[in-house]
Protein backbone atom coordinates (compact mmCIF):
# COMPACT_ATOMS: atom_id res chain seq x y z
CA UNK A 1 0.00 0.00 0.00
CA UNK A 2 1.46 3.29 -1.04
CA UNK A 3 0.97 6.51 0.92
CA UNK A 4 0.58 9.99 0.06
CA UNK A 5 2.56 12.82 2.04
CA UNK A 6 1.05 15.94 2.03
CA UNK A 7 3.33 18.86 1.74
CA UNK A 8 3.47 19.49 5.23
CA UNK A 9 4.26 15.54 6.02
CA UNK A 10 6.94 16.30 3.30
CA UNK A 11 8.33 18.70 5.60
CA UNK A 12 8.02 16.86 8.77
CA UNK A 13 10.04 13.71 7.20
CA UNK A 14 12.61 16.19 5.84
CA UNK A 15 12.57 17.63 9.64
CA UNK A 16 13.26 14.09 10.85
CA UNK A 17 15.54 12.86 8.77
CA UNK A 18 17.54 15.82 8.96
CA UNK A 19 17.30 15.81 13.54
CA UNK A 20 18.33 11.49 12.76
CA UNK A 21 21.26 12.99 10.90
CA UNK A 22 22.44 15.56 13.53
CA UNK A 23 22.21 13.03 16.36
CA UNK A 24 24.75 10.39 14.72
CA UNK A 25 27.30 13.08 14.46
CA UNK A 26 26.87 14.52 17.67
CA UNK A 27 26.48 10.67 19.02
CA UNK A 28 29.55 9.44 17.15
CA UNK A 29 33.30 9.89 18.66
CA UNK A 30 35.58 11.64 16.83
CA UNK A 31 37.93 9.42 14.32
CA UNK A 32 41.07 11.15 16.17
CA UNK A 33 41.28 13.24 19.16
CA UNK A 34 44.10 15.39 20.10
CA UNK A 35 46.21 13.81 22.98
CA UNK A 36 45.21 14.50 26.51
CA UNK A 37 47.18 14.28 30.15
CA UNK A 38 45.47 10.95 30.47
CA UNK A 39 47.34 9.69 27.02
CA UNK A 40 51.04 11.64 27.92
CA UNK A 41 50.78 9.85 31.53
CA UNK A 42 49.90 6.22 29.84
CA UNK A 43 52.47 6.85 26.90
CA UNK A 44 54.71 7.75 30.04
CA UNK A 45 54.72 4.49 31.81
CA UNK A 46 54.69 2.58 28.74
CA UNK A 47 57.66 3.65 27.82
CA UNK A 48 59.23 2.29 31.01
CA UNK A 49 58.49 -1.28 29.35
CA UNK A 50 60.81 -0.85 26.74
CA UNK A 51 64.12 -2.75 26.58
CA UNK A 52 65.97 -0.28 26.78
CA UNK A 53 63.94 2.20 28.69
CA UNK A 54 65.05 5.79 29.27
CA UNK A 55 65.56 6.51 32.45
CA UNK A 56 66.38 10.17 34.33
CA UNK A 57 65.33 13.03 32.15
CA UNK A 58 64.59 12.46 28.14
CA UNK A 59 62.36 14.24 25.87
CA UNK A 60 59.30 13.57 24.08
CA UNK A 61 59.49 14.62 20.37
CA UNK A 62 56.54 16.43 19.56
CA UNK A 63 56.38 16.54 15.49
CA UNK A 64 53.99 18.83 13.92
CA UNK A 65 53.42 19.76 10.12
CA UNK A 66 55.01 23.18 9.43
CA UNK A 67 52.65 23.17 6.15
CA UNK A 68 49.66 23.24 9.54
CA UNK A 69 48.77 26.28 11.54
CA UNK A 70 46.72 24.01 13.23
CA UNK A 71 48.85 20.80 13.46
CA UNK A 72 51.48 23.47 14.90
CA UNK A 73 48.97 24.83 17.82
CA UNK A 74 47.68 20.89 18.04
CA UNK A 75 51.94 20.37 19.31
CA UNK A 76 51.75 23.78 21.15
CA UNK A 77 48.67 22.53 23.47
CA UNK A 78 50.25 18.85 23.74
CA UNK A 79 53.34 20.09 24.85
CA UNK A 80 51.55 22.96 27.29
CA UNK A 81 50.18 19.47 28.77
CA UNK A 82 53.06 17.49 29.52
CA UNK A 83 54.34 21.20 31.79
CA UNK A 84 57.63 21.00 33.05
CA UNK A 85 57.74 17.28 32.39
CA UNK A 86 55.35 14.06 32.96
CA UNK A 87 57.09 12.04 35.17
CA UNK A 88 56.86 7.58 35.56
CA UNK A 89 58.82 6.06 37.40
CA UNK A 90 62.76 7.12 36.93
CA UNK A 91 61.48 9.00 33.62
CA UNK A 92 60.54 12.71 33.54
CA UNK A 93 59.24 13.25 30.13
CA UNK A 94 60.06 17.12 28.90
CA UNK A 95 58.12 17.98 25.42
CA UNK A 96 60.01 19.44 22.38
CA UNK A 97 58.28 20.45 19.13
CA UNK A 98 59.82 18.91 16.38
CA UNK A 99 58.84 19.60 12.60
CA UNK A 100 58.12 16.96 10.53
CA UNK A 101 61.29 17.64 8.59
CA UNK A 102 63.80 16.99 10.91
CA UNK A 103 61.55 14.26 12.72
CA UNK A 104 63.85 11.93 11.48
CA UNK A 105 67.10 13.42 13.35
CA UNK A 106 65.91 13.98 16.41
CA UNK A 107 67.75 13.01 19.63
CA UNK A 108 64.55 12.20 21.89
CA UNK A 109 62.96 9.18 23.58
CA UNK A 110 60.14 8.85 21.37
CA UNK A 111 58.10 10.71 18.79
CA UNK A 112 54.57 11.53 18.91
CA UNK A 113 52.77 12.60 15.59
CA UNK A 114 49.87 15.46 15.91
CA UNK A 115 46.94 14.65 13.88
CA UNK A 116 48.61 17.08 11.07
CA UNK A 117 51.89 15.15 10.84
CA UNK A 118 50.17 11.78 10.60
CA UNK A 119 50.40 11.53 6.30
CA UNK A 120 53.91 11.71 6.92
CA UNK A 121 55.11 8.60 9.58
CA UNK A 122 55.86 6.73 6.66
CA UNK A 123 58.54 8.98 5.83
CA UNK A 124 59.42 9.23 9.29
CA UNK A 125 59.33 5.71 10.15
CA UNK A 126 61.62 5.19 7.05
CA UNK A 127 64.61 8.42 8.86
CA UNK A 128 63.87 6.26 12.28
CA UNK A 129 64.33 2.83 11.25
CA UNK A 130 66.72 0.72 13.50
CA UNK A 131 66.92 3.51 16.11
CA UNK A 132 64.78 2.38 18.84
CA UNK A 133 62.82 5.63 18.50
CA UNK A 134 59.01 4.82 18.82
CA UNK A 135 56.77 6.13 16.62
CA UNK A 136 53.27 7.16 18.80
CA UNK A 137 50.10 8.78 17.83
CA UNK A 138 46.67 8.38 19.69
CA UNK A 139 44.57 7.10 16.63
CA UNK A 140 44.52 3.73 16.85
CA UNK A 141 43.92 3.68 13.21
CA UNK A 142 47.49 5.32 12.45
CA UNK A 143 48.77 1.96 13.01
CA UNK A 144 46.60 1.07 9.72
CA UNK A 145 48.89 1.01 6.62
CA UNK A 146 51.84 2.83 8.18
CA UNK A 147 54.81 2.81 10.59
CA UNK A 148 53.76 4.03 13.81
CA UNK A 149 54.72 1.76 16.37
CA UNK A 150 52.30 2.42 19.39
CA UNK A 151 48.91 4.08 19.32
CA UNK A 152 47.72 4.98 22.95
CA UNK A 153 44.19 6.55 23.63
CA UNK A 154 42.53 6.68 27.08
CA UNK A 155 38.73 7.63 26.31
CA UNK A 156 36.59 5.68 26.20
CA UNK A 157 38.76 3.04 27.87
CA UNK A 158 42.31 3.00 27.80
CA UNK A 159 44.08 0.75 24.75
CA UNK A 160 47.48 0.56 24.24
CA UNK A 161 47.54 -0.89 20.22
CA UNK A 162 51.57 -2.13 19.26
CA UNK A 163 52.82 -2.65 15.84
CA UNK A 164 54.64 -5.81 15.66
CA UNK A 165 55.92 -4.86 12.10
CA UNK A 166 56.68 -1.27 13.12
CA UNK A 167 58.24 -1.72 16.30
CA UNK A 168 60.78 -4.53 14.49
CA UNK A 169 61.33 -2.21 12.11
CA UNK A 170 61.85 1.00 14.51
CA UNK A 171 64.67 -1.56 16.21
CA UNK A 172 62.17 -0.98 19.35
CA UNK A 173 61.05 -3.99 21.39
CA UNK A 174 59.05 -4.41 25.00
CA UNK A 175 59.25 -6.30 27.84
CA UNK A 176 57.17 -10.00 28.05
CA UNK A 177 55.44 -8.49 30.74
CA UNK A 178 53.99 -5.19 28.93
CA UNK A 179 53.15 -7.71 25.78
CA UNK A 180 50.98 -9.31 27.80
CA UNK A 181 48.53 -6.20 28.59
CA UNK A 182 48.49 -4.76 24.95
CA UNK A 183 46.89 -5.53 21.60
CA UNK A 184 49.67 -6.40 19.49
CA UNK A 185 48.81 -6.16 15.15
Not at 126 to 133: C, E, M, N
Not at 149 to 173: C, D, F, H, K, N
Request: charged share 20%; glycine share 8%; with cysteine.
Amino acid sequence: MIARISRGGRARVRYAALCGVIALCVAAPPAAAEASVRDLQILARALGFLDRAPKGAAELGIVYSRSSPTGKAEAERVAALCGDGLRAGALTLRPRLVPTEAAGQAQVAALLLTEAALPEAEQIASALAGRGIPLIATSPSALDGSRVVMAVRSEPRVEILVSRAAAQAAGVTFSAAFRMMIQER
